[in-house]
């Protein structure tokens, strides 16, 4: 149909799902293992800046990186909960939205596409996978050790 494609990141159209809020928003994907896929942005009058790139980090460290952080903390993503129980100790700053505005919805793929300036190219898109699967990794240990 010759439309244009855009690639966006998974964790940046959950932040942009959750609406209009001020504060810092924190999206979280269960990678098991006491870890998260995560990225960190800030929401300011409808504006969405992002503050770190999409990474896997272990739930301590993510305390690490929020706990002085000032302003609301928006937890967003099927990793919320996860993180909400296990930092809500130390990070005393930390918010679950409603249901409803908790979880990726298709209007932040939509938005986080209308953000890009340029489409892609279809044919180039790949997956970005912020950490080696567990087959891989043990692939790596056992080579490592011959």
């Given at each position: 149909?010759e ?22 928003i924190?999206p ?5 293992r ?16 992002r ?5 896997a980090?272990?739930?301590?460290d ?5 706990k002085n952080?000032?302003e ?37 793929v ?17 997956p970005?996978?912020l ?8 692939r ?6 011959k």
């Amino acid at each position: 149909a010759e439309l244009p494609c855009y690639g966006v990141s998974t964790l940046e159209a959950m932040a942009k799902s959750l609406g209009v809020y001020q504060g810092y928003i924190c999206p979280a994907m269960d990678a098991r293992r006491s870890q998260v896929y995560n990225a960190l942005f800030y929401a300011n009058c409808g504006k969405l800046t992002r503050i770190c790139p999409d990474r896997a980090i272990s739930l301590q460290d993510l305390g690490e990186d929020v706990k002085n952080l000032q302003e609301p903390i928006f937890l967003v993503g099927d990793g919320s909960i996860l993180c909400y129980n296990t930092l809500k100790d130390v990070v005393p700053n930390l918010i679950l939205p409603p249901e409803g505005r908790m979880h990726q919805r298709a209007v932040g793929v939509g938005l986080a596409a209308l953000a890009q300036e340029n489409p892609d190219d279809p044919a180039t898109l790949t997956p970005n996978y912020l950490r080696l699967s567990q087959a891989e990794r043990e692939r790596m240990e056992k080579e490592k050790n011959k």
